[in-house]
């Protein structure tokens, strides 16, 4: 029998067991067994994909938790550690000279083995493979032959961000200037774009998308992922899910609105005020640091008129903390009523949610689980917000 489970494919790891630095913007207390004890205790997440995995540091504190009996590897692919199963994943930073670069891709291996020889593989292709998204001396298609070799997943991550990414820097137009297209999985849609913005490219249409967090920080974990249909939550499971096989599939993704996203409107880096795509300057202070928007970026690429796709429901959400007015004493009381954020998001009803924070607060989730709020664009690196 197949069941819906809850998956954020793309967390950040701040430190590895020894205190050394593994992603360095991201949070010191974001460690993998404080992930794992996050997702599975307070957040209601099934599956996360820890995308650091390739870290020396990191592959032995796996190896601990599985030596003291408190995690095991799943006969599908996957590390299970209490409610949650841990998918192996690393973020690498592709930038040959077939492409402007830098682009981030993901990649997720099935056990313990094949992530530490892709790991030992990157000693020879980049200068420190203990950091996080660092980047490959090689090009995009030896990069997805290797994890192939590996029995890997391969997939583009935050595709239309402007800096780091396939569409925002990598290409002009196409994804296969860069890479085989055959061998990608799927696509990443970062916290800026939607399924109707994605769907406006061709090229992307026969590929599943994927909507994740990109956490830097505990708080931050499942503030985008998606519910898959799979028989148990392992590597194997999610790969067919992806191929829509046996009848594994995505069934709903839940993100941001993308207006709260940090790259969804064209600002000046400098002022911030919105401006135009052809300006050179800015016409309020004059810097000529002009970032382009997601979604003026998409304009430039669009290649369909009419045509629909079937895809699974996207769902906007706001994560609670970006809701005016709760803060950690009120989500601290919401998590010992409700248990987990995925029960306050989804499952409470306004008057249970009354029975515990004020009636306009309440209200606000209700409205954001409807799409209701007012939300003020983000763009140039800073986030939207709710009014």
Known sequence: MLHSYVADLHIHIGRDMYDRPVKITASNKLTLTSILKEASRNKGVDVVGVIDCQSPGVLEEIQVLIDHGVAH???????????????????????????????????????????????????????????????????????????????????????????????????????????????????????????????????????????????????????????????????????????????????KNYGLNPKLGKYYTTVCGNCYNHVSTDVESCPFCYSKKVIKGVSDRIRELRDVNGQKVSRPPYTYQVPLDYLPGLGKKTYTKLLQEFRTEMNVIHKASREELMNVIPEKLAQSIIDMRKGLLTIREGGGGRYGSVR
């Not at 980049?126 to 994890?147: A, D, P």
Request: aromatic share 10%; glycine share 8%; proline share 3%.
């Open 73 to 251: 590897e799943l006969t599908g692919g996957g590390i299970q550690f209490e409610t949650v199963t841990l998918l192996l994943g690393s973020e690498i930073e592709v930038y040959d000279e077939a492409c402007h670069g830098p682009i981030h891709v993901l990649c997720y291996f099935p056990t313990l083995q094949t992530i530490s020889l892709f790991s030992h593989w990157l000693r020879t292709k980049m200068k420190n493979s203990t950091l996080s998204s660092q980047r490959f001396y090689g090009t995009g298609i030896e990069l997805q032959q290797k994890v192939k070799e590996l029995a890997g997943i391969f997939i583009p991550a935050h595709v239309f961000t402007p800096f780091k990414s396939l569409y925002g820097k990598g290409v002009q137009q196409s994804l296969a200037e860069v890479f085989s297209p055959s061998l990608i999985d799927g696509i990443e849609l970062g916290l800026s774009s939607d399924t109707h913005m994605a769907d406006q490219i061709k090229e992307l249409h026969h590929y599943t998308y994927i909507t994740n967090s990109d956490a830097h920080s505990l708080g931050k974990i499942a503030r985008e992922y998606q519910h898959i249909k799979m028989k148990t939550p392992s590597f194997t499971e999610l790969l067919w899910a992806l191929r829509k096989q046996n009848g594994r599939r995505i069934i």
